[in-house]
């Protein structure tokens, strides 16, 4: 892609993004900024135990109109998400609970009243009648003989095993080195600044349920409520306002969203409800909670020979739709490869059902988790060899010249050089200044460590893949609709929803690019499913592909009418013209597309007798010319200091080297990549939600459940490198996940490193002091008193 | 979370305050700053029926400087010790611990006597104070008390105060020029609750040698003149709780370690 001017504000231009001038102005619109006259609220009571038979609700005396319980949701069906890979076991998560109780924070029934602190104090006087039973709330005791049962009728606790098998037993016999570890990732709570949130109205007049939801793929939102409330598409209609950050969070279907729904029309006057924090942290689903046993095998010299694991997923009560319980294990067993070459895989995993909150996927899916463990595989091999991790890692990455490749897993990378990516990274972080350092004297209680970790991140990846992980959902193709206004402006309309990733922006780039008009005059329609296409939404990394390359469809066969018109208003045919800088452009003149919206609109007597009537509206649609997805990738470098009498750990150095194909608006790429990593950062050591083994949650704050804020985040130091995807419309990739994958890997490999001559070694995250001290005293080594 | 119906008063004096506070009981909760009991009440984890906010009682808005202490009215707030607008008892320890506690926002709103009478066992006041030898001094109708600290604080989010007895200040003695005085937080990040506090205060003009550890789960652990040190804070952590491991223990005799270090001791 040609680069323009430093004016220029197409593709490849850090234009500043049109949504900031409200956001920063606080003009923004959100769920809780939504005000319908008549409006009341709802507050759901919540089972307090994580695992019950649920023998009555009472409802309190004089409130009874007040509180609904699953009895009174009449024709409100479960949210059922079942996976297509054989063997899955389905569940019904109900919209209110009825005859069981299966996690802590469950909805049992709901208050309606003219404000929420009124909706609490009749929600405070609602009575259950229950009987607890024993829960199990960790993953490996749920697969365990024995172990209570989540759903009794399964006979066992595994929504999903599978097998990705292969003969292991000549590596095992000659192979140089074997390494093993036992790693394990926290359950998180997806922490956007703004919760879920829904405001729920019955239009009369067309008879349609007006649902405004904080999600991030609102036409799913409709497929989702029409399936449980019985309802025709057509009856409903979805609206996502300005969202408050997503990260996957806003990407499932609630069982408050079905209740509010219901009691919209039920009630006859619109109905909200805005999540509290406690309910976030406690009550609504989870993330990234995995367990590896993994071995891997290696010659002599390093290069990887095999690798051998068992994945077991926490994956909470419910499938939750429309990901379902089993996407995470699905793609650990496909990516836990990473970018490495090598010759021999095998991989079991376990989707377990526990009484928690359903899992669904975060910023990264299992990335995270995975490119922990293949990273922590590779420092152990490294350590079993004596040899420096970079060059284990330099001597297993797939080398330049073998791309596109196919790897063990038929994941079809698209382009790259991922060795040049990480030899970037050590130079960036001074690999060889931080060894020197590390010899030098220190205060007697830090140790210093370097850590890398390398990636390839899936995105945008299409029909072929998401049928082949058997997910309830599989996007398809992706439609645009780019619409002339009479004035020259253009009205872009799309099915996915922008919040945070400046789409309003990215896709008005990309509409520049083709057609000239100014992005000013560029509106990006997005999050409502009365006036947008059908599109499975914003998640996956796929938007600035998918809904990128609809846009530029659609523009360039709008650009193709618009020369047309031109043409015969130029008096030339439309073989002669060219659309360029918001002007058709003939050989004797020129008329600009602001003139030709005015001709079709308001002057159509000046338009030949045989104009096509199509108009200046064109809805149109792309495929990738293939569905496997762009490979972004990058490499992690981190440097910490590790207090070793407190166990507490200190970022010093951060470098990010990141290929993300061409870039559209480089701004909002650095932005994608600082924020993932700032959560990747939580990952690696901060954030844990962690259960008693009653299934009670522990974190019930923010006091409790710690984020990284702007004290923990250091300056990440980007540099990009942009290789081409050669199957998208410009080149670009996919790239909004991957800032959240490295840091949990670089993270932990560097206060490994630390660790190193102490002889500790950390594999759960997040790396705590208590966990950091624990492993120092496992050792034997006591910090100095 | 919002928070359960009760009634809201503001009182103009002391004494008005005194007797809705008398006539509340158990019921009546005071609201300062309302940084401890404002989130209570919204997670319901307080009930109250009367809530007393005493910001609008002129007195304890003051501050009072005399030789030997400085005396802060109930309504001071951690931001007002932080820049440095009332006195501070010398060579900046208000000041310095003032800006470590939360966030600014908190600091804006919060109290110092509303922290002393939160008695949250982590909270840095109730700290920094027993290792400075503070006293409340508090208003009943039937007269008021001064109440050393570490008898004011019974316990986690327990004091000494009877129904209807409000703290109007907290006096806290002055340091001489020879004092030296040591303070390390361990919290996970700037802001948060800590793990654990060592405090050390050394003034020999004044004879006064005091060593705290707290954020224990219990009151804080105050060691006086000679047994002020790390290794009997570590004797007494380990007989003092079964709540404490080695770990536990590790982190709270480092940050005292640490504390005396940063007193030059």
């Not at chain 1, 606080?26 to 019950?52: C, N, T, W």
């Not at chain 1, 292969?166 to 359950?187: G, P, Q, S």
């Not at chain 1, 970079?390 to 001597?395: E, F, G, P, T, Y």
């Not at chain 2, 040698?209 to 570590?234: E, F, I, K, M």
Request: glycine share 10%.
């Amino acid at each position: 892609m040609q680069r323009t001017d430093a004016r220029a504000t197409g593709i490849g231009a850090s234009v500043p993004r049109k949504e900031d001038d409200r956001y920063l102005r606080g003009k923004g619109e959100f769920i809780a900024d939504i005000r319908l006259p008549g409006m009341q609220e709802l507050a759901f009571v919540r089972s307090p135990v994580a695992h019950a038979r649920l023998r009555g609700v009472r409802k309190p005396a004089g409130a009874e109109n007040a509180v609904f319980t699953a009895a009174d949701l009449v024709g409100v069906g479960p949210i059922v998400a079942n996976s297509r890979l054989p063997g899955f076991k389905p569940s019904e998560q109900p919209v209110l609970a009825s005859g069981k109780l299966r996690y802590v924070g469950e909805p049992v029934a709901v208050c309606v009243a003219p404000d929420r602190a009124s909706a609490e104090d009749i929600a405070a006087e609602v009575e259950l009648d229950i009987e607890e039973l024993p829960a199990v709330s960790d993953m490996l005791a749920a697969r365990g003989a024995g172990a209570p049962l989540v759903h009794e009728h399964w006979g066992d606790n595994v929504f999903l095993e599978t097998v990705v098998d292969a003969d292991l037993e000549a590596i095992k016999r000659t192979a140089a080195v074997t390494v093993t570890r036992h790693l394990r990732t926290a359950r998180q709570c997806m922490s956007p600044i703004e919760g879920r949130g829904v405001v729920a109205q019955w239009d009369r007049r067309l008879e349609q349920l007006l649902v405004y939801s904080a999600a991030q793929m609102p036409h799913i939102v409709r497929t989702g409520l029409a399936g449980c409330l019985g309802l025709d598409h057509g009856r409903i209609r979805v609206v996502a306002p300005d969202i408050g950050g997503g990260f996957g969070y806003k990407g499932i279907l609630l069982v408050e969203e079905v209740c509010a729904a219901f009691l919209a029309r039920h009630l006859g006057h619109p109905v909200r409800w805005i999540e509290d924090r406690r309910e976030q942290l406690t009550a609504n689903a989870n993330c990234r909670e995995h367990d590896y046993e993994i071995t891997a095998y290696a010659d002599a010299m390093g290069r990887l020979l095999a690798l051998d694991a068992e994945v077991t997923v926490d994956a909470g009560a419910y499938s939750a739709y429309p990901f379902s319980a089993c996407l995470e294990a699905a793609q650990v067993a496909s990516i836990l490869p990473g970018p490495y070459r090598f010759d021999a895989y095998r991989c079991r995993t376990w989707s377990a059902a526990t009484n928690k909150p359903p899992i669904l996927p975060y910023r990264g899916v299992a990335r995270a988790g995975v490119c922990f463990a293949m990273e922590t595989m590779i420092d152990a091999v490294a350590s079993a060899i004596g040899k420096e991790p970079l060059d284990v890692r330099l001597l297993n990455l797939v080398p330049p010249e073998a791309m596109p490749f196919n790897n063990i897993t038929g994941k079809h990378f698209d382009s790259g050089d991922y060795p040049e990516c990480l030899r970037r990274a050590a130079a960036a972080i001074d690999l060889a200044g931080v060894r020197r350092r590390q010899a030098d004297a220190r205060p007697e209680d830090e140790r210093i460590g370097v850590g890398f970790a390398i990636f390839c991140e899936q995105a945008a990846h299409g029909t072929s893949v998401y049928s082949g992980w058997g997910i309830p959902m599989v996007p398809g193709f992706e439609q645009a609709v780019a619409r002339l206004t009479p004035d020259g402006g253009l009205e872009l309309r799309v099915g996915i929803q922008s919040h945070g990733q400046g789409l309003e922006t990215t896709l008005a780039q990309v509409a520049h690019e083709l057609l000239g008009i100014a992005i000013e005059r560029i509106m990006v329609v997005h999050g409502d499913t009365a006036v947008t296409p059908y599109s499975t939404g914003t998640w996956g990394s796929r938007c600035m592909v998918m809904a990128g390359g609809a846009v530029a469809t659609a523009c360039r066969e709008l650009g193709q009418r618009l020369a047309r018109i031109g043409a015969h208003l130029l008096q030339t045919t439309p073989d002669q013209v060219v659309v360029r800088d918001g002007v058709v452009i003939g050989p004797r003149g020129s008329v600009s597309i602001d003139d030709i919206g005015r001709t079709w609109y308001l002057r159509p007597q000046d338009l030949p007798d045989d104009v096509s009537p199509g108009g200046l509206e064109v809805t149109s649609g792309y495929k990738a010319v293939r569905d496997s997805g762009t490979f972004s990738y990058a490499a992690h470098a981190a440097v910490v200091a590790v207090d070793v009498a407190l166990g507490a750990v200190r970022i010093l150095d951060y470098v990010v080297v990141e290929d993300g194909g061409v870039l559209v608006n480089p701004m909002i790429v650095d932005g994608q990549v600082v924020g993932g990593t700032a959560q990747g950062i939580g990952t690696a050591l901060y954030e844990e939600m962690p259960y008693d083994g009653a299934g009670q949650p522990l974190a019930s704050t923010l006091a409790d459940y710690i984020l990284p804020g702007a004290t923990e985040v250091p300056d990440v130091r980007i540099t990009h490198m942009e290789t081409p995807s050669p199957y998208t419309t410009f080149g670009q990739k996919g790239i909004g996940e991957g800032g959240a994958i490295g840091p949990p890997a670089a993270i932990a490999n560097a206060v490994n490193d630390a660790l190193r001559p102490l002889g500790a070694e950390i594999g759960d995250l997040p790396i705590t002091p208590r966990r950091l001290l624990a492993a120092l005293a496992k050792v034997g080594v006591m910090p100095p008193p | 979370m919002k928070p359960a119906p009760f009634d809201y008063a503001r009182p103009t004096d002391i004494a008005e305050a005194a007797a809705i506070l008398a006539e509340g009981g158990a019921d009546a909760r005071v609201m300062a700053g309302g940084q401890s009991l404002g989130p209570m009440l919204n997670l319901r984890l307080a009930h109250p029926r009367v809530v007393v906010d005493i910001t609008h009682i002129p007195d304890l808005g003051g501050v009072d400087d005399t030789a030997d202490a400085v005396l802060l009215g109930a309504a001071v707030t951690h931001a007002a010790v932080e820049d440095g607008r009332v006195p501070d008892v010398g060579d900046r320890v208000l000041s310095t611990i003032a800006a470590g506690i939360a966030y600014r926002a908190v600091r804006n709103r919060g109290t110092v006597a509303g922290s002393l009478c939160h008695a949250d066992p982590a909270a840095d006041w109730v700290t920094a104070l027993t290792a400075l030898d503070a006293c409340v001094i508090t208003y009943r109708a039937r007269g008021g008390r001064m109440i050393p600290i570490d008898i004011f604080n019974r316990g986690p989010f327990t004091t000494a105060l009877e129904p209807g007895e409000l703290v109007v200040a907290v006096r806290i003695p002055k340091l001489s020029r020879a004092a030296r005085w040591g303070w390390y937080k361990v919290c996970r990040k700037p802001g948060e609750f800590s793990d654990a506090i060592g405090a050390v205060l050394i003034d020999p003009e004044r004879n006064v040698r005091r060593a705290v550890v707290s954020a224990t789960g219990g009151r804080p652990l105050l060691l006086r003149d000679d047994d002020a040190s790390a290794d009997a804070a570590d004797r007494a952590l380990a007989s003092a709780s079964n709540r404490f491991d080695a770990i536990d223990r590790q982190v709270h005799r480092v940050a005292l370690r640490r504390a005396f270090a940063a007193a030059r001791v």
